[in-house]
């Protein structure tokens, strides 16, 4: 009798446990047209080497244009 009640205790313990670490995503940035975009860190590859580029390299210095592609050059 002791080990039911001590396996139901665990078991509800162990579903508390993982209630407890669910993850709530985030909301989604709402960006609208002529926000300031966020700063955001990529890789550029040039064919022989790849380097680190963020957003705010350009501030200040250039007009940015992003454009993003679903799946571009994935076959997909």
């Known amino acids: 009798m002791h080990k039911r009640v001590i396996g139901i205790l665990l078991a509800a ?3 508390l446990a993982g209630v407890a670490q669910e993850k709530v995503a985030p909301e989604p940035l709402k960006i609208k047209v002529g926000d300031v975009a966020p700063d955001f860190t990529l890789l550029e590859y040039d064919g022989t080497k790849t ?3 963020s957003l705010h390299d350009f ?6 244009a992003l454009a ?7 076959g997909g």
């Open 13 to 15: 313990l162990v579903s």
């Open 59 to 64: 501030k200040g210095k250039k007009q940015v």
């Open 68 to 74: 993003f592609f679903v799946f571009a050059f994935t």
């Open 51 to 53: 380097k680190a580029v």
